[in-house]
């Protein structure tokens, strides 16, 4: 258009000189005018072409982030399989470089067994226009291997040579929570088979009730003979406990609370099974509200509990029958060493008296002493062997020593060492070192004709050792046919228990007996 304007320029100045001068300066201001509006267009269109410059290159920097901080793996590969480009979830997939990775082939990317199908693959998406998709088995750069799945279209251009966009989705932890969901249903229908349980579920809107195999088996139904009523199942409920179970499971659902009811069902040729049911109100992901929960068949369970409970209560009578057996045992033994020993005693004495009232002899009266002093002694003996209270007063040394006083005579010498440690022993544990050591050492004195019996006691630490040794007749410790009756170990034994105690016994004839036992805490 300028080259127009000035050749007309041109043509008016070597005009005729002749013409009119007003016309030409007119003509000439009209093709001003004509200059200055192109010039106007021209820099309109110069603003419209750098506005165009400026919102394609902000689209293609919207572009170049949209593909680099896509949240999907994106991929620019040519014809050949060469990646050109990569963007920062490619990267991170395979926890690799940009670098190491541009200019390389897709392919060496690939799970070598699943190298061909790619292959296939890649070459249909430049055979079609349409978008193609593929699943194979990718190779990290630390060997790890992911299943993904490949979307990709290839761009065919006259201008440049074609290229392919490439999406890869990771979904390995998809298929492994599959797997783990698949693996946990199979541990579940395994645990719930092992266990006797079954799933039911009610359909609070519609009321309809759904049971699994075991729980139309529990029921008693047939396949295909439930009608998923919530009256049919109840109906099956035992009648006495019918309108406990409709209620809770009522309250349940109403306040959305946990339920957890024992009951019987009435199970057609099978009698009745007791079933413990547990259940709860759920929501799933539709917010539609369901009643979901287990029944177990504890039949087998009830009647060993019942079993357990009657043996427990024959137990009990056998050990309260021992316990009165025992009670009167002790009772006839005390009222045999009253009447035989403290009783002719006392009747010894009283005829006596009897005898110092009419003759007034002093002989008598010296001997009405020494049977009032013996017994005397007798009772004391009877009430330590009963009831030592010196032992609640001043504790187990004091008590032990005391008892080797009153049997010490000529004949025979008991000695006693007690730690000072074992001042810290609870009562009820120094009460039952007392009676075993006096069984040990009315053992000695009955059996073993000793003259010389040792005791000692001592506290280490959680245990407490025992000691009693005698000088007496022995017998061969090895033999248990050869250890005297009435030893009365089984008594020991017994309080042993209490405290995971230990017993030994180290004998041999003509060289006394080593009593040793330990105690823990």
Not at 121 to 134: E, G, N, V
Not at 278 to 284: C, I, L, P, S
Not at 423 to 435: G, V
């Amino acid at each position: 258009m300028l080259e127009i304007l000035r050749e007309k320029a041109e043509q008016l100045i070597s005009a005729d000189k002749n013409s009119n001068r007003g016309v030409q300066l007119m003509e000439v201001k009209r093709l001003f005018h004509e200059l200055r509006v192109q010039q106007i267009e021209l820099e309109m269109q110069n603003d419209e072409l750098q506005n165009s410059y400026a919102e394609l290159e902000h689209g293609r920097i919207n572009f170049s982030n949209l593909f680099e901080l896509a949240p999907i793996s994106y991929f620019v590969t040519s014809q050949t399989g060469i990646i050109q480009n990569v963007n920062y979830a490619g990267i991170k997939l395979f926890d690799s470089g940009k670098n190491s990775m541009v200019g390389k082939l897709f392919l060496l990317n690939i799970h070598p067994e699943d190298r061909d199908e790619f292959y296939i693959y890649f070459k249909k998406l430049f055979a079609s226009p349409d978008a193609q998709t593929c699943f194979i088995r990718l190779i990290k750069k630390n060997q790890d291997i992911l299943n993904v799945q490949v979307d990709g279209i290839a761009v065919q251009n006259s201008d440049i040579n074609p290229i392919c966009y490439l999406t890869v989705t990771d979904f390995t932890a998809k298929q492994q929570a599959e797997q783990k969901l698949k693996e946990a249903k199979k541990t579940l229908e395994i645990a719930l088979e092992a266990s006797s349980t079954g799933i039911w579920e009610i359909d609070i809107v519609s009321g309809k009730i759904y049971f699994d195999d075991f729980c139309l088996a529990l029921y008693g139904f047939d396949e295909g003979s439930f009608d998923g009523s919530y009256e049919t199942m109840i109906g099956k409920v035992y009648q006495h406990d019918r309108k406990n179970v409709d209620h809770e499971i009522r309250q349940a659902i109403i306040r959305e609370k946990e339920l957890n009811i024992r009951f019987r069902v009435n199970c057609n040729n099978q009698g009745l099974r007791y079933v413990q049911s547990r259940a709860q109100v759920v929501t799933d992901q539709q917010q539609k509200k369901r009643f979901i929960g287990t029944f177990t068949d504890i039949s087998d369970k009830m009647m060993m509990e019942m079993e357990a409970s009657r043996i427990k209560e024959e137990q009990q009578q056998m050990i309260l029958a021992a316990g009165l057996q025992a009670e009167e045992k002790e009772k006839k033994r005390i009222s045999e060493v009253l009447h035989d020993g403290i009783a002719q005693m006392l009747y010894a004495v009283k005829l006596n008296i009897d005898q110092v009232k009419n003759t007034e002899e002093k002989p008598s009266y010296d001997h009405l002493m020494q049977l009032l002093n013996q017994s005397i002694r007798d009772i004391r003996n009877i009430s330590f062997e009963l009831a030592p209270s010196i032992l609640t007063d001043f504790g187990l040394a004091a008590t032990l020593e005391d008892m080797a006083l009153r049997l010490s005579n000529s004949k025979l010498k008991v000695d006693t060492k007690v730690s000072h440690t074992c001042k810290s022993l609870p009562f009820e544990t120094q009460l039952n070192i007392f009676r075993i050591v006096q069984e040990l050492v009315n053992n000695s004195i009955k059996h073993a004709q000793a003259s010389n019996i040792s005791i000692e006691v001592t506290k280490k630490a959680k245990n407490t050792f025992i000691t009693v040794a005698d000088n007496g007749i022995g017998f061969d410790s090895n033999q248990t046919a050869e250890i005297p009756k009435g030893i009365g170990l089984s008594s020991i034994k017994n309080r042993l228990r209490l405290y995971k105690g230990l017993l030994t016994i180290e004998s041999s004839p003509q060289t006394g007996t080593i009593v040793q036992i330990s105690l823990k805490h």
